[in-house]
């Protein structure tokens, strides 16, 4: 049950992207000073006035950024869960397999994104 | 005072990485199905056979890195805890910087790993 509920969660953040849409990606974020965001080849980014910040520039790009999302593993320890996976970033970005760890907890009976790391994978190294 | 346990345990995954002494290592995970590990640039590993194996691989080659830790911020949430931070490259891969993530769970008391995602910090982007 709590991992269908950080699933959804998850998927929430997608989405957000997906539609460029800044005030879903803020509703979802924990807006804290622990909220920590690496965007894929960035230096981490710490604190939701600079994580959002950095959404509110990308969401400015007329890039439309679709994920198809693979190998996804969710755990849950409490109030606080992780979540392995692989963005496929499909259309004009088509091609490139971003490694990616989204940690989310829980207060209030919601799950609120608190950390987000995105790396490229290249290929000659795997 | 958990803080302090977390970053001794955070600590010692950097003196085993220096060292490769991959007995050490082994000794700081969480050698279970739910371990991932997302070397700099590479595909995510799941699974402590893939990532003790890939830690092998690693210590077998001459190249000696040394890490020097800024940016280190710890957040525990039970018997969770988080260590964002900087691994700045010194050595042979002199003037790298990855930015990383870093889970640890708690269990009998102690504190062990069960992911690491790491990337490099691609300066033309930040």
Redesign the interface.
Known sequence: MHEAAVADANRRYYEAFEAADLDAMSALWERSD?A?C???????L?GWSQVGASFFALFQQPVHTQFLLT?Q?T?V????A?L?L?ENLLGEQGGV?V?T?N?F?RSSGAWAM??H??????A???
């Open positions: 622990r920590v690496t965007h894929p080849g960035w230096a981490t710490r190998r593993h755990v320890a409490g109030d606080v992780w392995s692989d397999t490694a760890l940690i907890v608190v950390c790391h995105a790396s490229p994978v290249h000659s190294v795997c």
